[in-house]
């Protein structure tokens, strides 16, 4: 999970886990935590892969992040069409 905590940092996201299992992590990424512009994106991360996948309002984004959290490929979903 180390890379996620990372990739929180250099984005200056806190993490609000609300799951997890064996294979993945889940919950909110919350930016600019405390102020009146406070939003949240949800967000699943895959512990083996280290596959970040965040909602977002057009759809998906599935991020390969490295052991320090550098998003290494980016691919988008726009969702149905």
């Known amino acids: 999970m180390q890379p996620l905590v990372?990739?929180?940092?250099?984005n200056e996201a806190k993490l609000r886990l609300r799951g997890r299992d064996e294979v993945s992590v889940w919950g909110e990424l919350v930016y600019e935590a405390g102020s009146p512009q406070e939003w949240t994106q949800r967000f699943r991360y895959d512990l083996h892969r280290r596959e970040l996948m965040r909602e977002t309002e057009?759809?998906?984004?599935?991020?390969l992040l490295d052991d320090m959290g550098v998003v290494v490929s980016s691919s988008a979903d726009g969702g149905p069409q």
């Open 58 to 63: 057009t759809g998906q984004i599935i991020e």
């Open 6 to 10: 990372y990739y929180c940092r250099w």
